[in-house]
């Protein structure tokens, strides 16, 4: 079992920035893909970011490239997103995820097997 606590979140004017964090529990952590989707009210579940399991290789949608990056620390088995120049259409809620295996499409929420329980970042203008 594998559980997933998101942490970081808050209130932020447009233009600032959140560090995002995923503690993970469990010991198939480190070889996992890990990423993170955002779901703000009234919409789906979309795709944000993502990174392999060895932290070489990330992955972000058109709408974050540039202002977010992804890292992980398999040591402490923590995913990090930093948002930086964040804007109001961000606001939502995150979460950090685990890929079921290595040939699951990444930007797919069915990729996904453990889920955390999310944290709201508001964006205001």
């Known amino acids: 079992q594998v559980q997933l606590v998101e942490s970081g979140g808050g209130l932020v004017q447009a233009g600032g920035s959140l560090r995002l964090s995923c503690a993970a529990s469990?010991?198939?952590?480190?070889?996992?893909?890990m990423g993170w989707f955002r779901q703000a009210p009234g919409k789906e579940r979309e795709f944000v970011a993502a990174?392999?399991?060895?932290?070489?290789?990330?992955y972000y949608s058109d709408f974050v490239k540039g202002r977010f990056t992804v890292s992980r620390d398999n040591a402490k088995n923590t995913v990090y997103l930093q948002m930086n120049s964040l804007k109001p259409e961000d606001t939502a809620v995150y979460y950090c995820?685990?890929?079921?295996?290595?040939?699951?499409?990444?930007?797919?929420?069915?990729?996904?097997?453990?889920w955390g329980s999310g944290t709201q970042v508001t964006v205001s203008s």
């Open positions: 469990g010991r198939t952590f480190s070889s996992a893909a």
């Open positions: 990174i392999l399991w060895d932290g070489d290789s990330t």
């Open positions: 995820a685990r890929r079921r295996g290595p040939y699951f499409d990444l930007r797919e929420t069915t990729s996904y097997d453990f």
